[in-house]
């Protein structure tokens, strides 16, 4: 099995930064897609921004410019850098990850593992 585990979150005034971080462990034998999603009270989980294996991105248009999403594929760990927060930024944000894990002669691929979810709250 694979787990993520997200850190980074924290209270923060508006117009501060955070960068949230996702490490994934377990018998990983590769990454493929990894992204950041979000989910404010009574609201629905919503994209952030997604990170293929071989780096094309995609951003929801809130996140256009003030978020980037990177990967260090040797640590297996993406981030999310946040900059200009807003109140409205304030939500749960969860890890999601695409991943091929297990041996190499019996590989198994899971295209939905989240992890617990950091907690973001910008204060206005």
């Known amino acids: 099995q694979v787990q993520l585990v997200e850190s980074g979150g924290r209270l923060v005034q508006a117009g501060g930064s955070l960068k949230l971080s996702c490490v994934a462990s377990g018998n990983i034998l590769n990454l493929n897609d990894m992204g950041w999603y979000r989910q404010a009270p009574g609201e629905q989980r919503e994209m952030v921004a997604r990170m293929s294996s071989s780096g094309s991105t995609n951003y929801a248009d809130f996140a256009v410019p003030r978020f980037t999403i990177s990967r260090e594929d040797a640590k297996n760990t993406v981030y999310l850098e946040m900059n200009s927060l807003k109140p409205e930024d304030t939500a749960v944000y969860y890890c999601?990850?695409?991943?091929?894990?297990?041996?190499?002669?019996?590989?198994?691929?899971?295209?939905?593992?989240w992890g617990q979810g950091t907690q973001v709250t910008v204060s206005s």
């Open positions: 999601h990850a695409d991943v091929f894990y297990g041996t190499s002669w019996r590989p198994q691929h899971d295209r939905d593992v």
